[in-house]
Every structure is written in structure tokens, then in C-alpha cells.
């Protein structure tokens, strides 16, 4: 049996399953799948299937490799492009901890097709007043010009705060127009 049809008997048992979200994020107002929630179940299913999976760090792409146990010719990529965290408070590693177990989760979701339901995803996050004074915004724009001439507009753009990055999409798309 092909390894694409063994990950998809290990998809399929795994929708006959009932996940519940741990996470929450009180900011936004929702909940989310954690590693925890559905790695073990999924580790099972792969192993009565006959089917492995390895994540593998690279300096700009992560990789989930689903490799058929019983041929280890025939296996699976999934990527996604490395990305940075920057929490309040943390050391280096602990951001690099945080950037792994976040695209651990993606790459795992991608590769399972684990939905989730977008009655309640999909919903507004709830609304956090975020103001941003003059000054802010100015070292903001400066950090855009900056990152555009390094051609690393769209990564500073998504490190804006939300309010910041609804401000200045406007000045953003005039930049990467100019580059």
C-alpha cells in the first residue's frame, strides 16, 4: 500500500475521532488545537497504519516528513517557511521554542486536514483597545522603509500590531509600489 493511501486511512480514523481544543486565547477570544490535543491520537493511528512522522528544522523552511514504515523510499513532505516570535519577556531560545511548537502544530494540521469550525474561528476576535501615539507610528513607518530596502517589507508588516498594521497598510502598499 502506497504511503499517500496509508496517510489517508490515518486521516480518515482520525476524523472518527473527537479532538477538543485546549488552548485559548483570551486576547482574541477563541480556542485552538495544542500539540497536545491531537499529537498522541495521531501518533497511534500513524503507527497502527504503518506510517512515521519527523520535523525537521532548517534556518528558513520546517518539514514534516511522513515516511511508510514498512518502505521508507516512499514518504511525504509538508512545509513552511521558518518564521520568528518575538514574546515580551523571553530569551532567544524560548522564542525559538515558541516559533517550533507553533509550526509543529501547522505542519501537523496541514498534513492531517484537522479543520476546525469556523463558526467559531471565524468569529471577530474581540475588540482590544490599542492605541498608538504619533511617535509610535513614526518609528513604525521607519522600521518599514527600513525592512523595504532589505526587502523585508511583508515579514516587518506582520510583526505590527494589528491596530499598527490597519494604520499603515495604506503607507505599506506605497512602499513595497516604490521598491
Same mark, same amino acid.
Given at each position: 500500500?502506497?504511503?499517500?493511501?496509508?496517510?489517508?486511512?490515518?486521516?480518515?480514523?482520525?476524523?472518527?475521532t473527537e479532538l477538543k481544543k485546549s488552548g485559548k486565547n483570551k486576547f482574541a477570544g477563541y480556542q485552538y488545537f495544542e500539540l497536545g490535543d491531537f499529537l498522541p491520537v495521531i501518533q497511534t493511528i500513524c503507527n497502527d497504519v504503518g506510517i512515521c512522522g519527523t520535523v525537521t528544522?532548517? +534556518? =528558513?523552511?520546517?518539514?514534516? +516528513?511522513i515516511t511508510d514504515m514498512d518502505d521508507t523510499s516512499q514518504?511525504? =513532505?509538508?512545509?513552511?517557511?521558518?518564521?520568528?516570535?518575538?514574546?515580551?519577556?523571553?530569551?532567544?531560545v524560548q522564542?525559538?521554542?515558541?516559533?517550533?511548537?507553533?509550526?509543529?502544530?501547522?505542519?501537523?494540521?496541514?498534513a492531517f486536514e484537522i479543520v476546525e469550525? =469556523?463558526?467559531? =474561528?471565524?468569529?471577530?476576535?474581540?475588540?482590544v483597545e490599542d492605541?498608538?501615539?504619533?511617535?509610535?507610528?513614526?518609528?513604525?513607518?521607519?522600521?518599514?522603509?527600513?525592512?523595504?530596502?532589505?526587502?523585508?517589507?511583508?515579514?516587518?508588516?506582520?510583526?505590527l500590531t494589528p491596530n499598527a498594521q490597519e494604520k499603515l497598510r495604506e503607507y505599506a502598499n506605497q512602499l513595497k509600489k516604490s521598491a
Open positions: 500500500m502506497s504511503v499517500h493511501k496509508k496517510l489517508m486511512q490515518a486521516r480518515l480514523a482520525l476524523q472518527n528544522f532548517y +534556518t =528558513d523552511i520546517a518539514i514534516l +516528513t514518504f511525504i =513532505d509538508f512545509k513552511c517557511p521558518m518564521s520568528s516570535a518575538a514574546l515580551k519577556g523571553c530569551h532567544e522564542n525559538l521554542g515558541a516559533v517550533q511548537t507553533y509550526l509543529r502544530r501547522y505542519l501537523w494540521t496541514n469550525h =469556523d463558526a467559531i =474561528d471565524s468569529a471577530k476576535p474581540v475588540e492605541t498608538l501615539t504619533e511617535e509610535q507610528l513614526e518609528v513604525a513607518k521607519n522600521n518599514l522603509e527600513e525592512a523595504a530596502k532589505r526587502g523585508e517589507l511583508k515579514q516587518a508588516f506582520f510583526k
